[in-house]
């Protein structure tokens, strides 16, 4: 089922969105593109305790991420 992909730290359901530079963006405004890179490690993931602790507005929808819920 897993390890295919074998990112170190995290894998699919262990962030709820993206940050690069100023922006950040919710799972649902992710592109598949950009959802496999953040897989792979190249994309700072916010993770659930993250976007629990702060309060991070994605930059595409305006809604307040939240802790992504497989
Ligand atoms: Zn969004």
Request: charge should be negative.
């Amino acid at each position: 089922m897993s390890g295919h992909i074998g990112t170190p730290g995290g894998n699919f359901e262990t962030f709820s969105g993206i940050a690069f530079g100023d922006e950040t963006v919710c799972r649902k405004c992710m592109t598949h593109e950009e959802t496999m890179t953040a897989i792979r490690g190249f994309t700072d993931k916010l993770s659930d305790d993250e976007v629990a602790s702060k309060e991070y507005t994605c930059s595409r929808c305006n809604n307040q991420i939240v802790p992504f819920k497989g």
